[in-house]
């Protein structure tokens, strides 16, 4: 009987691979960088020859979850900016290095990160929705047990949505994207902005990451509460919009920026609260569990469900 089941989150810096028995323990993670430059059959190959070199006795593979920061569908990363991906078939690729009987499961990497929390948490909702605040925005959304990919894989991409708050121009080409308020980069570029203008006393001279401003508004610094509102009221304008669709009972807040816990969460509520007239849709928001494991359990439970 085969045993093992390996997890792959593929990024633009570094690959997290994780171990799985056949019953959800995590045996071991480790991560090596990633070289974007020898380009995707070389990763690929590398990553068959990771999992080869661990497993040892290949026979003992069941199969193995990838995940990758773009739009997948079928198998097929159809493209990945941050790896210079371009319809590349992983599913074909790994099935020929790895062999037929083992399942390869391909998803994008945020999906996996909201089927891993959800089946890892003890979260009672037919619709559940994670937002990953890192230095973009991603999502997943998990429907009855499923998640919900969209006609082609594009369903989540949540950091995309306008909010309409500033003409910050986001990395797709488009202004007002999601992202460009409430993720890691969009609060480093508020609080400069609001620095450069010279709008609120604050002790802060430059900005070094969004936990600097969290930190600083925490101490009750001025200029870093009110960006910390301005990203709160945009992650409750997002919510509101989902929420008008999808009804979701559960928003999990996960990423980077969820390490504000609490104190970020408390700011959302308030905001969403006064959002939520005329049609009345409540949603418990709650800040995500595995943290930068949650794409690795994702993983896990995309080979389950695949094979």
């Known amino acids: 009987m085969r045993k093992r089941i390996y997890s792959v989150d593929v990024g633009g810096t570094s690959i997290k691979y994780g171990v799985f028995d056949s019953k959800k323990k995590l045996l071991k993670a480790w991560s090596v ?7 995707s059959e070389a990763i690929l190959e590398a990553i068959a020859t990771e999992i080869k070199n661990d497993c040892e006795d290949v026979s003992q593979l069941f199969g193995v979850g990838l ?13 990945a900016p941050n790896l210079n991906w371009e319809m590349v078939d992983v599913k074909a690729a790994l099935t020929r290095l ?9 998803e994008n990497d945020a999906n996996l990160a909201a089927l891993g929390e959800y089946r890892s948490s003890s979260i009672d909702s037919d619709a559940m929705v994670l937002f990953t605040l890192g230095t973009g925005i991603g999502g997943g959304i998990v429907l009855n047990g499923k998640l919900w990919r969209g006609h082609n894989g594009l369903a989540a991409e949540i950091g995309h949505l306008d909010i309409g708050m500033f003409d910050f121009v986001c990395g797709c080409g488009e202004t007002s994207c999601f992202e460009t308020v409430a993720s890691a980069t969009g609060i ?18 430059t900005v070094y990451s969004a936990k600097q401003i969290f930190d600083a508004a925490k101490t009750g610094d001025k200029l870093a509460l ?31 920026v969820s390490e504000a816990g609490s104190f970020l969460i408390e700011r959302i509520e308030e905001n969403y609260q006064a959002l939520n007239r005329g049609i009345q849709i409540p949603v418990s928001f709650q800040t995500a569990s595995l943290g930068n494991q949650a794409g690795l359990y994702g993983g896990y439970e995309a080979v389950k469900d695949y094979g």
Do not use: Q, W
């Not at 960088?33 to 380009?39: C, E, F, K, M, R």
């Not at 509102?229 to 999990?252: C, E, S, W």
């Open 226 to 256: 009110h960006v910390v509102d301005k990203a709160a009221l945009a992650i409750a304008k997002a919510t509101r919009m989902i929420a008008l669709v999808l009804n979701p009972d559960t928003v999990l807040i996960g990423g980077g």
């Open 33 to 39: 960088p990633t070289d974007v430059a020898i380009g």
């Open 188 to 205: 480093k570029r508020l609080a400069t902005m609001y620095i450069d203008n010279k709008r609120f006393n604050t002790s802060i001279e």
């Open 67 to 79: 995940g990758f920061p773009g739009t997948v569908n079928e198998g097929i990363v159809i493209k």
């Open 98 to 106: 790895l062999g037929e009987k083992v399942v390869i499961a391909v």
